[in-house]
């Protein structure tokens, strides 16, 4: 996939998201807890590692959530992260996000074994 292709794939995904920051950037809150700010962290680095681009704290622009993470490969694969510390993955069906959500269950979460 050529820069211009990535360019334009990046704009079609991220037209339903709207993000205060840049590509890379992992927005951390007071509001986390520091188990969901380090596996919001170590997913960031993963994605990168295996040549995704990430965005953190993404908001739908119908104002119907926020995604933890989304991710682009340069295939043109799209996923959201949703880190969960004290949500269910039932709560995950109650988001209308545009994408596929993956949820990531912190309290259970390894680096060295995770995998999309």
């Known amino acids: 996939m050529n820069y211009q292709d990535k360019i334009k794939l990046v704009r079609e995904v991220m037209s339903s998201?709207?993000?205060n920051?840049?590509?890379?950037?992992?927005?951390?809150?007071?509001k986390e807890s520091e188990l969901h700010a380090r596996v919001k962290c170590q997913?960031?680095?993963w994605l990168k590692c295996n040549q995704y681009q990430c965005w953190t704290e993404i908001n739908l622009k119908n104002n119907k959530g926020r995604a933890d993470i989304i991710a682009l490969h340069h295939s043109g694969i799209a996923y959201i992260f949703e880190i969960l510390v004290s949500e269910s993955e039932k709560d995950l069906l109650l988001k209308d996000?545009?994408?596929?959500?993956?949820?990531?269950?912190?309290?259970?979460?390894?680096?060295?074994?995770?995998?999309?």
Do not use: D, R
């Open 17 to 19: 998201f709207n993000s």
């Open 43 to 45: 997913v960031c680095h």
């Open 21 to 30: 920051y840049a590509e890379g950037c992992v927005k951390i809150t007071e």
């Open 97 to 116: 996000y545009p994408i596929q959500i993956i949820p990531v269950l912190a309290k259970e979460f390894n680096y060295e074994t995770f995998c999309i």
